[in-house]
Structure formats: C-alpha cells, structure tokens
C-alpha cells in the first residue's frame, strides 16, 4: 500500500502491511459514529463526498484509547498503569497519567491528552486493489499442492 494513505498514525509502531490490515479490520469490525474533524475520532469508518456528493474517498479508524470522539477517561492512575501493562508496548515510553482540566485521569504525552489513533484514507480504486489483492492471497490454499509460498493470481479482475 502507498504510505500516504496513512494520514495519522501514534501508535508506538511503523506501518507496515500487517498494521494496515489490523487497522483497516478494527475500525470495519468495531465501528461508531466517526467524526473525523474531532481531535480524537472513534475506530470507524466513514467516506469523504466529492463536489457532487459522489463518494472520494474511504477514511478508516482505528482508535481504542477513544469514545465517542473523545479520550478515553479513567476512574484512577492504578486503572492507567492497568491498561498500559494490559495493552503491552502499543505505547510511546514517556506516556503518563494526568488529571485533565475536568479532573479526570486521561493518557498524556508532552503534557498533552494522547490516544492511539491511526487514519488511513484511500481512493475507491486504492480500495479495490486492496480488496482484490486481499482476496487473491487469502484464496491461495484452494490451490492443489500449494506450496505455501507461492503467490499466484487466481482471480480474475
């Protein structure tokens, strides 16, 4: 995939294919009603019109530090040091627990509110490359003798 349909990424990793399909597969699987004008939009999807109200592009979500476009809040610093050890290294190394200005526990970095958020935007012909390669792949086992390598193209676009 083209790297500049990553449009944010903070997730504490490169993008890679595998974390490119993870997020495209969070935010089909879990969707909610994406904003993504907000500083923190929720794991979703949702399409960008162009002039004519005919769909652009795809943007997909994938944010689970996030809910209902809005940072995901915590009842204490225990309940943070919880979830950072439960989420296993997803995380930059400097990130805190800071109470926000409504005095709620919330994930900081550089003393700002911070969320793994990553957006990926594509094209509908970007999408459908992606779902036609997608597919090819997944249906190489059909292949008598396959050799568990080889990638050939078996379906016909």
């Not at 999807?45 to 995901?72: A, C, G, H, L, Q």
Request: charged share 20%; proline share 4%; glycine share 2%.
């Amino acid at each position: 995939m083209d790297s500049n349909c990553w449009i944010k990424n903070t997730f504490n990793e490169k993008p890679t294919l595998n974390n490119f399909i993870t997020s495209i597969r969070n935010s089909v699987c879990h969707p909610t009603k994406v904003d993504i004008n907000s500083d923190f939009p929720s794991t979703g999807y949702t399409t960008v019109e162009n002039m004519s109200r005919r769909i652009k592009n795809f943007i997909f979500v994938n944010s689970p530090d996030t809910r209902n476009n809005r940072i995901k809040i915590f009842q204490s610093k225990e309940a943070i040091d919880n979830y950072l050890i439960q989420q296993k290294n997803e995380f930059p190394n400097d990130i805190k627990c800071e109470l926000n200005k409504d005095q709620k526990f919330v994930l900081s970095l550089n003393s700002s509110p911070f969320a793994r958020i990553a957006i990926i935007e594509l094209t509908a012909l970007q999408l459908g490359e992606f779902v036609k390669t997608l597919a090819n792949y997944l249906a190489q086992p059909i292949q008598e003798n396959w050799d568990g390598i080889t990638i050939k193209d078996l379906i016909a676009a």
